[in-house]
């Protein structure tokens, strides 16, 4: 296009100006070869390579520290908890209706069989109140298992010439237990055996 | 020089040889290049191209653990929270016998002076051949098992380690063992074993679901960005029941007491709260430890809760139901006069009341308080057929009270064919029918309750058994089955028979209270012969205050060998445990006096 053009600008140019027009004509200059300087980019992507390799293994460090932590606090941790469950074990121990029971009833406390109230604020008494004693209290614990009969024979009795009656046996009979009941009142007779 | 240069020739001729020319090298060199790398391609295809996936898996499994997340089994809580039965991280020492038979004694002496265990029985299971894996302690709390065997490891014996193995405790002992049951040696793998009572009904509910997680570990620690998945584990629901275990381990001591003093074989006691139906007692006698079940040969038919599963003939305390149906029927009030004679001539065979006597005017108060076979008998002519038995199918007997104890008796009551007139007439006096005890005290409890029978409960809230019901307080019913005012005139004659002059249990009086209770003396079938052997249960139920009842109580003894009836025997433990029940509960004597009603006309 220009090469097409150009002549038919020259021609209707005014002759006065075509030495300015020869002057201005763009000419080929030589291409300036420009070298950025090389060491600042190769330092920063040396740089970079060496951050990320230095934060990679930083974090990486920092995420194994984190997993040995959390290995010993979980051990720690199923360790109190057994800790924790051990001394709940004892504690349930002795808050046992049983271990409470027989330690009040070495310090001498007895259940009462009357109950009685006492309204604070009009102090009247309700119910009959009694002293508790230790008559009518409950044997709480088991009692003491029974021999058998092979190791509890019956005391032999001899009779001396004197008429009176020696037990060879020093233990004696067994003695009663303290369990046994004293019978009370009874309303029904035993000796027809019918439904009643 | 000369010599130097005239030498180097020939010794360069000579390495020249020897290495041979250049080129040959060079291919020598090439095919042995070759060789090495067509291995590692060999290699490389044999890994890479033949099943990658297994070596890849067997990779990744070599850092890969499994581990099973425990689900911790729920506690059995009494109405109070306190635990009837609760579970704890427990252990199994375990011993590798191939390690620690060169030095089984001096192990063993250490573990049997740690972990209490038996030093001989633990030398022989360290010197196990061809084994590996022996038992030497189970179930033992988590802190004592790791520490004994860290104090192995520092002593320089080798091979102990543990494994999990959950431990059930029972800190109550025998403190409503025959309701809670208890829980065998674990399985092997940690799961539990239920073996009775509630742990086995409620089994599903309390066990929960184990979970499992899956990571990749190097040295014992997690990996960071490792394949890592987690399932949490469920753990079971607790199991609240409306226990109370002060009251329940009371009225066990008050049994036993009773039970031994009237040298019996055994004996129930039940608290039953009058307005909810919720159980507050269910003891036994005799019962076991829970937390050491085996210690006993003598334990073995004892893992039950006989109150529940044993039947009985109820005797007198059942006339309380004939009556006061008879009331409500409209037949007869607490006023109605009866001439009764010594003995009633019946189709069968006579009957007797239990004391001589010749005609004698009672009231029907009369016959209660006095307990007369005759009077009910009198009495109950009056029902229409079928009357008596609706009556006492209303009142719950014949059928379970299914409040979530397995293996509970429903009790007989004879229907259609069996049900005679003379069957009637000793069913009317509580013989030839059988309960258990906890349907009997519901079914007393509906006289406290105002003519409202309602269901007892041992569950609080609601609770799903393996049997899939859903049991509890939330599931209870109610309805009528007598009259408010049948059961306020049955309550006026119950309270007579307390009285000291009237009536024949005045043991059963709490002092400054209304009680209302019944006597119960019936014969017993015995074991051996099924057959009315001549032995007795005795028994007595009641509730107070009479006039706006809070507890029911029923006491049983079986086969009291000391002569005593319901009222010597019962009576004393029915006011010792309604006296304990009423002031813990802070319940206050209402004031009014006790009835009056005659007797005898």
């Known amino acids: 296009m220009s090469s097409s053009t150009a002549p038919q600008l020259r021609s209707r140019l005014p002759r006065l100006a075509e030495a300015a027009v020869e002057r201005a004509r763009l000419t080929v200059v030589p291409r300036r070869r420009t070298r950025a300087p090389r060491i600042p980019f190769v ?73 009685a109230f006492l309204d604070l604020g009009t102090g009247k008494v309700t119910g009959s109140p009694a002293p508790a004693t230790a008559e009518g209290d409950t044997r709480i614990t088991a009692p003491p298992p029974t021999r058998p009969p092979e190791l509890d024979p019956d005391p032999i009795r001899l009779k001396t010439r004197g008429g009176s009656a020696h037990t060879l046996d020093g233990v004696g009979t067994q003695q009663d237990r303290d369990g046994k009941p004293r019978l009370g009142q009874r309303d029904q007779g035993r000796d027809n055996h019918r439904p009643r | 020089m000369r010599r130097t240069g005239s030498l180097r020739p020939r010794g360069r001729g000579k390495r020249g040889r020897l290495r041979g020319s250049p080129l040959v090298r060079l291919r020598v060199g090439f095919v042995l290049i070759a060789m090495v790398l067509s291995v590692f391609s060999a290699r490389l295809v044999q890994l890479q191209g033949i099943d990658p996936k297994s070596y890849a898996q067997m990779a990744a499994d070599e850092g890969t653990v ?292 010749g005609l004698i005017n009672l009231t029907l108060a009369g016959i209660v308080a006095k307990s007369s076979n005759i009077g009910t008998v009198l009495a109950a002519d009056e029902f229409r057929r079928g009357q008596l038995r609706n009556y006492l199918t209303g009142f719950g007997l014949g059928h379970r009270t299914d409040i979530g104890v397995g293996g509970e008796t429903k009790g007989l009551l004879p229907s259609g064919e069996l049900w005679t007139d003379q069957t009637e007439d000793r069913i009317a006096f509580g013989q030839g029918l059988s309960v258990n005890a906890v349907q009997m005290a519901a079914a007393v409890n509906t006289i406290a309750n105002g003519g409202v029978r309602i269901d007892p409960s041992l569950v609080h809230g609601s609770a799903l058994t393996d049997d899939g019901a859903e049991v509890g307080t939330d599931h209870v019913d109610e309805r009528r089955v007598i009259s408010e005012d049948a059961a306020w005139q049955m309550t006026q004659m119950m309270e007579r028979v307390i009285d000291p002059e009237a009536g024949v249990a005045p043991g059963a009086a709490v002092p400054g209270y209304r009680v209302a209770g019944k006597t119960g003396t019936a014969q017993r079938v015995g074991p051996e012969c099924k057959c009315y052997d001549g032995s007795f249960t005795v028994s007595f139920a009641g509730f107070a205050p009479a006039d706006d009842p809070r507890f029911t109580i029923y006491v049983v003894v079986h086969n009291p060998r000391n002569g005593g009836g319901g009222g010597s025997v019962a009576g004393p433990a029915f006011s010792k445990l309604m006296s304990y029940t009423l002031r813990r509960y802070g319940v206050p004597p209402t004031g009014s006096h006790p009835s009056r009603l005659p007797v005898e006309w």
């Open chain 1, 43 to 115: 330092t920063l992507v040396s740089l970079l390579l060496l951050g990320g390799v230095v934060g990679l293994l930083l974090f990486n460090t920092s995420m194994q520290q984190a997993s040995f932590a959390a290995t010993a606090l979980e051990e720690q941790a199923t360790n109190l908890s057994a800790r924790e469950q051990t001394l709940q074990m004892e504690l349930e121990r002795l808050r046992d209706p049983q271990r409470v029971a027989e330690a009040a009833k070495r310090q001498g406390l007895v259940i009462p069989l009357a109950p």
């Open chain 2, 66 to 357: 499994d581990v099973v997340l425990p689900a911790t089994r729920g506690d059995i809580l009494d109405r109070n929270g306190e635990p009837l039965a609760d579970s704890v991280d427990g252990l199994m020492v375990v011993a590798d016998p191939l390690m620690t038979a060169d030095r089984a004694p001096e192990i063993a002496t250490f573990l049997s002076k740690r972990l209490d265990v038996d030093y001989f029985a633990t030398l022989e299971r360290l010197r196990v051949e061809d084994s590996r894996y022996q038992y030497i302690a189970r179930q033992v709390p988590a802190t004592l098992a790791t520490d004994v065997v860290d104090a192995a490891d520092a002593l320089g014996y080798e091979g102990l380690w543990t494994q999990r193995d959950p431990v059930r405790s029972y800190p109550g002992r025998d403190v409503a063992a025959n309701l809670v049951g208890f829980l065998g040696t674990p399985r092997n793998d940690g799961a539990a074993r239920a073996l009775a009572g509630l742990e086995d009904t409620f089994n599903g509910y309390l066990a929960g679901t184990d979970g499992e997680a899956r990571y990749e570990v190097g040295a014992g620690n997690r990996i960071p960005l490792g394949d890592n998945t987690v399932t949490e584990a469920v753990d079971g629901d607790d199991l609240t029941t409306t226990i109370d275990r002060d009251l329940q381990w009371y009225a066990q001591r008050v049994l036993r007491q009773t039970v031994l003093g009237a040298r019996g074989d055994s004996g129930h006691a039940v608290i039953m709260d009058s307005r909810t139906g919720e159980l507050l007692t269910v003891a036994d006698y005799p019962t076991y430890d829970a937390s050491d079940p085996y210690a006993s040969a003598a334990n073995d038919g004892l893992y039950k809760s006989a109150a529940l599963t044993d039947v009985y003939e109820p005797g007198s305390v059942e006339k309380v139901l004939t009556l006061s149906s008879l009331i409500d029927a409209g037949k007869v009030n607490s006023r109605t006069r009866f001439r009764v004679p010594g003995v009633l001539p019946r189709q069968d065979r006579p009957i007797h009341d239990y004391w001589e006597h």
